[in-house]
């Protein structure tokens, strides 16, 4: 695999998904490109224009900073669509939230309350947190 760095993604190239995601880590590799897919879809319900690089970096930086209270990405917005989408990426998921600790929280702690609670909050969280290492990947 040729891994290359944002310094080398051109910013104003039009955005190619393929290539894209040969950047990217294996890491959670479905995932991110499950997220990226949609991102997409967006962007392109948005713009009559080829979408670019720039486009999907300025959405992704956009989502981190709002975070986990972000309602951007079309089939992440209702509760139903995010615990489907859980259920579809349950390992991924799960695993990013063990790595960041927020199951080492209580509930409490993450200002959560039941169950389904959790479920909705822990894949909003794990959503912030893969966009940040597709950023991170991608500079």
Known sequence: ???????????????DLEKLSGIMSDDYKDLKDDLIDMINN????????????????SFIDDYIKKGKTANLIDGLIED????????????????????????????KDNNVFSLYD????????????VLKEIKKELE
């Open 42 to 57: 967006i962007l392109e319900d948005e713009s009559d224009e080829n979408i670019k690089n720039e486009d999907l970096f």
């Open 80 to 107: 139903n669509d995010i615990f489907n989408f859980y259920l579809k990426h349950q390992s991924d998921i799960d695993e990013l939230l063990n790595k960041t600790n927020y199951l080492s929280k209580s509930p």
């Open 1 to 15: 695999m040729d891994v290359k760095k944002f310094s080398e993604f051109q910013v104003n190239e039009t955005l």
């Open 118 to 129: 959790v479920i909705m909050d822990g894949t909003k969280d794990a959503i912030v947190e």
